[in-house]
């Protein structure tokens, strides 16, 4: 990989990209991008594919656009202060809602199934949504794998209610296990100890394999990869490096703090011998290693420095009922008009048939790689529309 400039770094300053953002929430939402059903609702078949041959495999859920962390990456502080505008709980979906936007995607392909946030704890009653969608079943009888990504920081009096609803597994976001640093990240002062309990909560009830997901930042916290590798090994927890991304507009996003995962698993290396593994499945976003004595195992995910839009096989549907084909994308295809009554816009929910067609049409219609495209950006052809926010759809 090129080294990187602070030339390259200039179009992300951090003050240029959170101002237009501070002032209001932020918009993802576009009614000229709002899904239109299909005349014709006879049921697709049942996996569809986008343009590039792509399946449609797993759905990520956004239940909250809320979080009680402020991490620079993904909420800081100066975009999502006190002043800043939350959505009304009248305008998420209800658990009704997504349970049957969920059981659509499933008719479709979808086998897997992520709850996200925001921080997915923090809706009220999660446990119940998980036990709605505990309940839906694939054509041929199975249920959908059922995991959650959260910050751990309630998750240990959560875990156990979360298993019993029918949760499969948890994934921990976890950055550094020095105190100091992690504070500093999470940037509203909240001890790593609390997070860890949480860990070792899930793992105990039975919510696993647990993994912990730590976004790297050169000169951050890098200096945390090895004793995460030391505090994992022997647990049967697995930890999966993440490259800093240039997800949403607010978080002052530089070429510079990238630290590629190539030079993440060298480091290691170094230290511990490792070897590759296999993919559990097709398009799956980590490269897995192990190490040789097989202690632990390491995913490292490579959006910036060796994308993977080519096997990308998730949807992703925010709080309030926007579907987004990418993590990177600039808008979202309106599904709550699809799923809601409006008598003020003389407008009734649509038939399970025309919202599996609606959905198959759009995904059909799918060409993002926003990823692959990234190197665009040096010839000054890069796209100038607004990112939505990681916070609003997930990771």
Known sequence: M???TDAMCEN???????????RRTIPIA????????????????????????????DLRISVTDRCNFRCTYCMPKEVFGK??????????????????????FIDLGVRKIRLTGGEPLLRKSLERLVAMLHTLRTPDGHPPELTMTTNGSILARKAQTLKDAGLDRVTVSLDALDDAVFRRMNDVDFPVAEVLRGIETAQAVGLGPVKVNMVVKRGTNDAQILPMVERFRGTGIVLRCIEYMDAGNSNGWC???????????????????LHPLEAHRPGETAQRWAFDDGSVEIGVLSSVSRAFCGTCSRARLSMEGKLYLCLFAS??????ALLRDSPQAGRDPVSDAQLRAALAQLWSRRVDRYSELRAVQASGAWPSERKVEMSYIGG
């Open 2 to 4: 090129d080294t990187p």
């Open 12 to 22: 992300t300053d951090r003050a240029e990209a959170i101002h237009p953002v501070a």
């Open 30 to 57: 576009d009614c000229r991008h709002a899904s239109v059903v299909p005349k014709q609702a006879s049921k697709p078949a049942r996996l569809v594919v986008d343009r590039m041959g792509r399946p449609l495999q």
């Open 83 to 104: 002043e800043h505008a939350f959505l009304a709980h009248r305008d998420l979906l209800s658990f009704k809602e997504i349970t049957r936007a969920a059981r659509a």
């Open 255 to 273: 070429m510079n703090e990238v630290l590629p995962s190539q030079e993440v698993v060298d480091r290691i290396h170094r230290h511990h011998p």
């Open 331 to 336: 808008h979202g295809h309106d599904l709550r």
